[in-house]
């Protein structure tokens, strides 16, 4: 499942990074992203559901739609 896809507080934890764009890639690692860490979806924003506000080790990140669908993330059940 893709992180734009979660509902609001559904956690997981990042599977893969991809992306059609390498430079979205290259900043969501930046950031802090990497496979096996826990996100949780926080906020969606009011217009469009975005921004899209995660929590990942406990740090809030605001990305944007076509940044959240370069995450692939397993949802905990």
Partial sequence: ?????????????????RGDDPLIEAKLREIGFAEDDAVELAHL???????????LNRTLIALRTDEADAIEVEVDR
Avoid: D, E, F, H
């Fill in 1 to 17: 499942m893709l992180l734009s896809q979660m509902k609001k507080g559904a956690a997981g934890r990042v599977v893969a990074i």
């Fill in 45 to 55: 924003g009011p217009l469009a559901k975005t921004p899209i506000c995660v929590r």
